[in-house]
């Protein structure tokens, strides 16, 4: 389930869990006054290695045929031509 930042006039900030198909909070639960949710900065983004290009993640069958093209001097765009 997602954490949603919310903020009490009252309490300050704090996190709530629910699901997505729920409605957004309208009173605190902890002292009942009004809240208003803020937009969250966790996003939770993953990036591998020194970058994060779809070629690097490449199989290592597509691997091995690019290493075979370049040992031989055709890319895939001259074979085609040809």
Known sequence: MPTYEYKCEKCGVFD????????????????????????SRNVNVIYKGSGFYTTE???????????????????AAAAAAE
Do not use: M, N
């Open 57 to 75: 993640y490449r199989s290592s069958e597509y691997k091995s045929k690019a290493g075979e093209e370049k040992s031989s001097g055709t890319t």
């Open 16 to 39: 709530y869990f629910q699901s997505i198909k729920e409605d957004a909070l309208t009173v605190c639960p902890q002292c009942g006054s009004a809240v208003k949710r803020l937009l």
